[in-house]
């Protein structure tokens, strides 16, 4: 089964770090944070990738050309080409990677419209976005998504409040507090599974998240993954730093490998 990763977005609320790189490729751990959510997928035996690129793409190239010297320590010799020669002291996945120019300003839709030529006609795929991370069950996700008639899933989720909540009574008096808690209304956290039909409802210049997944929903084909666990985009530079400490903690949730 084939992973689409939209990886072609400008990143604007996170500067600091996308103004020379997209955002994909902003460490979490000294690992970009691509590589960690290939790593979800991985642990379920998923290795086959679709990345859709659009801004600073050329950067992600770059990794994926070099990623074994990346990860591993190597030897070479200066004057000879092609003598590199990897010690794999990394316990690497081997993943299929499939790099696909998306195009530099291209909404969602669109990225996923371009990459239809790599995936297998009739067949069913995941996508899901660059920059966020879960400990999400994809098995049970998959298993959802076969256990109805419609065609495309959507994993959903309570958002935390980024604030704490203070209840109060007579003459200011604090009754309780809350430290961040679930907001009210589901969200959508990406990881979705997409019967090949998707293409159909999906026309040039869409943004996926608005006129396609209307469409599905209307025609009573879009379904909800409810995941009741850990979720994280990484939208600020705030959200980077809290990723950034779980992981050297030892505490990532994401962690499956």
């Given at each position: 089964?084939?992973?689409?990763?939209?990886?072609?977005?400008?990143?604007?609320?996170?500067?600091?770090?996308?103004?020379?790189?997209?955002?994909?490729?902003?460490?979490?751990?000294?690992?970009?944070?691509?590589?960690?959510?290939?790593?979800?997928?991985?642990?379920?035996?998923?290795?086959?990738?679709?990345?859709?690129?659009?801004?600073?793409g050329?950067?992600?190239?770059?990794?994926?050309?070099?990623?074994?010297?990346?990860?591993?320590?190597?030897?070479?010799?200066?004057?000879?080409?092609?003598?590199?020669?990897?010690?794999?002291?990394?316990?690497?996945?081997?993943?299929?990677?499939?790099?696909?120019?998306?195009?530099?300003?291209?909404?969602?839709?669109?990225?996923?419209?371009?990459?239809?030529?790599?995936?297998?006609?009739?067949?069913?795929?995941?996508?899901?976005?660059?920059?966020?991370?879960?400990?999400?069950?994809?098995?049970?996700?998959?298993?959802f998504?076969?256990s109805?008639?419609?065609?495309?899933?959507i994993s959903?989720?309570?958002?935390?409040?980024?604030?704490?909540?203070?209840?109060?009574?007579?003459?200011?008096?604090?009754?309780?507090?809350?430290?961040?808690?679930?907001?009210?209304?589901?969200?959508?956290m990406?990881f979705?599974?997409l019967?090949?039909?998707?293409f159909?409802?999906?026309?040039?210049?869409?943004?996926?998240?608005?006129?396609?997944?209307?469409?599905?929903?209307?025609?009573?084909?879009?379904?909800?993954?409810?995941?009741?666990?850990?979720?994280?985009?990484?939208?600020?530079?705030?959200?980077?730093?809290?990723?950034n400490?779980?992981?050297?903690?030892?505490?990532?949730?994401?962690?499956?490998?």
């Open positions: 089964m084939k992973v689409v990763l939209l990886a072609g977005g400008l990143g604007t609320r996170l500067r600091e770090e996308t103004e020379f790189k997209p955002k994909p490729m902003v460490e979490v751990g000294g690992y970009p944070i691509i590589w960690h959510i290939m790593n979800i997928f991985s642990s379920y035996d998923l290795n086959d990738f679709i990345v859709c690129l659009g801004y600073k050329d950067v992600i190239k770059n990794y994926f050309l070099n990623f074994q010297t990346q990860h591993n320590d190597f030897s070479i010799n200066t004057s000879l080409q092609n003598s590199v020669k990897i010690y794999e002291s990394d316990n690497l996945s081997s993943w299929d990677v499939t790099l696909a120019n998306t195009g530099i300003d291209s909404m969602t839709g669109e990225r996923i419209r371009r990459i239809k030529q790599y995936i297998p006609k009739g067949e069913t795929f995941i996508m899901t976005y660059g920059d966020g991370l879960s400990d999400i069950d994809i098995n049970e996700l998959l298993t998504h076969n109805h008639d419609g065609i495309a899933t959903t989720t309570k958002p935390s409040s980024r604030f704490g909540m203070v209840e109060i009574g007579e003459n200011n008096r604090i009754l309780d507090f809350k430290e961040k808690p679930l907001a009210d209304g589901n969200i959508n990406g979705m599974v019967d090949y039909e998707v159909e409802y999906i026309e040039e210049g869409d943004v996926f998240e608005e006129r396609p997944l209307k469409k599905l929903a209307e025609s009573g084909k879009l379904f909800s993954y409810f995941h009741d666990g850990y979720f994280e985009p990484m939208d600020t530079y705030r959200e980077n730093l809290s990723l400490q779980l992981w050297k903690n030892g505490n990532a949730p994401w962690k499956k490998w």
